[in-house]
C-alpha cells in the first residue's frame, strides 16, 4: 500500500480509490477502539461508518505535520463522546477484548484460567469506574498502543496531561482494588 501522505494527496484530487486504501489501513484498529468505548460490535459498525464520513469530508482540513493515525482517532473519540452523550451512557464506556489462556507450550490448566478471568473481569469493572478523562488514556495507551504525545493530541491535551492521566487512572484503579479487597488480608 502507499504511504498515508500519497494517500491523502490522491484523495484529496479525486481519486475515491485512494481512500478505499485509508479505510482498509484503520477499519480495524477504529472499529476495536470504537467496540471498547461502546461495548457494542453494532454500535462500532454505526460509529465507524461516521468516523469514515467525517474523514473524507474533512480530510482537506488535515494538517499534515501530525499523524493521520492521531487525527483520525480524535475523530473517532468525538463520535464516540457524542454518542454517548446522546445515549446518555458517558460514565459506562466499558472495555472487553478476548484473551487467550492458553500457555506457551499448548497446554491449559482451567483453575489458572479462571483466576485470570476473574481479575480480568474485575479490572474492566475497575477501569470502567473511572471518569472518562482517565479512562480514555488508559485504554489508548494500553490499550491501542498510543504514545503519550498522541494521545494528547487525541485528547486536545498535552503530553504531560496525557501522562498525567494515566497515572492517575493506574493509581486510581490500585486504590479501587486494595478498597474491595482489604477485608481478604486481615
Not at 459498525?45 to 467525517?54: A, K, P
Not at 506457551?104 to 469506574?129: C, H, M, Q, V, W
Not at 490500585?174 to 477485608?183: K, V
Request: hydrophobic share 40%.
Amino acid at each position: 500500500m502507499a504511504d498515508e501522505k500519497a494517500l491523502i494527496d490522491k484523495t484529496l484530487n479525486g481519486d475515491v480509490k485512494a481512500f478505499e486504501e485509508i479505510i482498509e489501513l484503520y477499519k480495524n484498529k477504529l472499529f476495536s477502539f470504537l467496540v471498547k468505548t461502546t461495548h457494542s460490535g453494532q454500535i462500532a459498525e454505526e460509529l465507524l461508518q461516521e468516523v469514515f464520513i467525517r474523514a473524507y469530508n474533512n480530510l482537506d482540513k488535515y494538517n499534515d505535520e501530525f499523524m493521520f493515525s492521531t487525527w483520525i482517532f480524535r475523530i473517532a473519540l468525538n463520535i464516540c463522546r457524542s454518542y454517548m452523550k446522546k445515549q446518555n451512557k458517558l460514565r459506562e464506556m466499558p472495555i472487553n477484548e478476548e484473551l487467550s489462556y492458553m500457555e506457551a507450550d499448548g497446554t491449559y490448566n482451567p483453575e489458572e484460567a479462571y483466576e485470570k478471568a476473574e481479575l480480568r473481569s474485575e479490572i474492566i469493572y475497575l477501569i470502567n469506574k473511572l471518569k472518562e478523562k482517565q479512562r480514555i488514556p488508559l485504554i489508548l495507551k494500553y490499550v491501542k498502543g498510543f504514545s503519550y504525545f498522541e494521545i494528547g493530541n487525541i485528547m486536545g491535551i498535552s503530553e504531560e496531561a496525557a501522562r498525567m492521566r494515566v497515572l492517575r487512572a493506574k493509581e486510581n484503579i490500585c486504590r479501587m482494588y486494595l478498597d474491595r479487597h482489604r477485608s481478604d488480608w486481615a
